[in-house]
């Protein structure tokens, strides 16, 4: 599986926009990248996932460079809510093992008052 | 729609001791996962299970760690004797088919344990 690298914390202002960096260069063309949040004591909670072009739903958007090496998480708002957990994941579209999560360390991103 | 449930919450055990947790999917689920979470990392596969079936034990401790899913429903982990090194939270998440890359996994709030 193609590893990710994200920063360990960030700080962001309350009701400003949260941009996590993610890097993903061994990423192949087929595989997906998927973003999750875990907020303390809770499990991991489903944010959003692309393959190669942006998307955005209610929670964020997904930003994915155009050679697929790199992509950010936009939270358009942070709210304190927001503070957690943000897991980067590749995932294989087939395969064994490709319909698991392998989870790295994340961001821990604080949004301050 | 009910998610996934974990019991218990918390656990505190000696080493040495036996321990099982228990999970029950969103219903209609197919695909049932057991996590391990160590303070400070991510979750960390430990079992997949297709209905009744293991589908990936591969990074399952079997001298001590073992796992059911007899009616492809829900699922115990067992720990059986355990050691300081099993303190973690437990994570149980179900997925609707395990059969498609783009397919969603939703987690439990997790079993706490720890061992003394």
Same mark, same amino acid.
């Given at each position: 599986?193609? =590893?990710?690298?994200?920063?360990?914390?960030?700080?962001?202002?309350?009701?400003?926009?949260? /941009?996590?960096?993610?890097?993903?260069?061994?990423?192949?063309? /087929?595989?997906?990248?998927? @973003?999750?949040?875990?907020?303390?004591?809770?499990?991991?909670?489903?944010?959003?996932?692309? +393959?190669?072009?942006?998307?955005?739903?209610?929670?964020?958007?997904?930003?994915?460079?155009?050679?697929? %090496?790199?992509?950010?998480?936009?939270?358009?708002?942070?709210?304190?809510?927001?503070?957690? $957990?943000?897991?980067?994941? $590749?995932?294989?579209? &087939?395969?064994?093992?490709?319909? *698991?999560?392998?989870?790295?360390?994340?961001? =821990? !991103?604080?949004?301050?008052? | 729609?009910?998610?996934?449930?974990?019991?218990?919450?918390? =656990?505190?055990?000696? %080493?040495? *001791? &036996? $321990?099982?947790? @228990?999970? /029950?999917?969103?219903?209609?689920?197919?695909?049932?996962? @057991?996590?391990?979470?160590? #303070?400070?990392?991510?979750? =960390?596969?430990?079992?997949?299970?297709?209905?009744?079936?293991?589908?990936?034990?591969? *990074? +399952?401790?079997?001298?001590?760690?073992?796992?059911?899913?007899?009616?492809?429903?829900?699922?115990? !982990? %067992?720990?059986?004797?355990? %050691?300081?090194?099993?303190?973690? $939270?437990? #994570?149980?998440?179900?997925?609707?088919?395990?059969?498609?890359?783009?397919?969603?996994?939703?987690?439990?709030?997790?079993?706490? +344990?720890?061992? !003394?």
């Amino acid at each position: 599986d193609a =590893k990710t690298t994200q920063p360990t914390s960030m700080d962001c202002a309350e009701g400003r926009a949260a /941009n996590l960096p993610c890097n993903h260069s061994t990423i192949s063309g /087929n595989e997906y990248v998927y @973003w999750y949040r875990q907020i303390h004591s809770q499990g991991p909670q489903y944010i959003i996932h692309g +393959l190669k072009n942006n998307e955005t739903n209610e929670m964020a958007s997904l930003i994915i460079t155009e050679d697929r %090496k790199s992509s950010t998480l936009i939270l358009p708002h942070a709210t304190l809510r927001d503070t957690a $957990v943000y897991y980067c994941i $590749v995932r294989p579209p &087939s395969g064994a093992g490709s319909y *698991q999560l392998t989870f790295g360390k994340g961001t =821990k !991103l604080s949004v301050i008052p | 729609e009910a998610g996934v449930a974990q019991s218990p919450r918390y =656990k505190i055990i000696e %080493k040495r *001791q &036996s $321990v099982a947790f @228990w999970c /029950n999917p969103i219903s209609g689920h197919a695909t049932l996962y @057991w996590y391990q979470q160590i #303070l400070g990392q991510g979750p =960390k596969l430990l079992i997949q299970f297709q209905n009744n079936g293991v589908v990936d034990d591969s *990074q +399952l401790p079997k001298d001590r760690f073992s796992a059911e899913r007899l009616k492809g429903v829900d699922s115990t !982990l %067992k720990i059986q004797p355990a %050691k300081l090194e099993d303190s973690a $939270v437990y #994570l149980c998440a179900s997925s609707l088919a395990g059969g498609k890359a783009n397919e969603k996994l939703f987690f439990g709030s997790g079993t706490q +344990l720890s061992v !003394l």
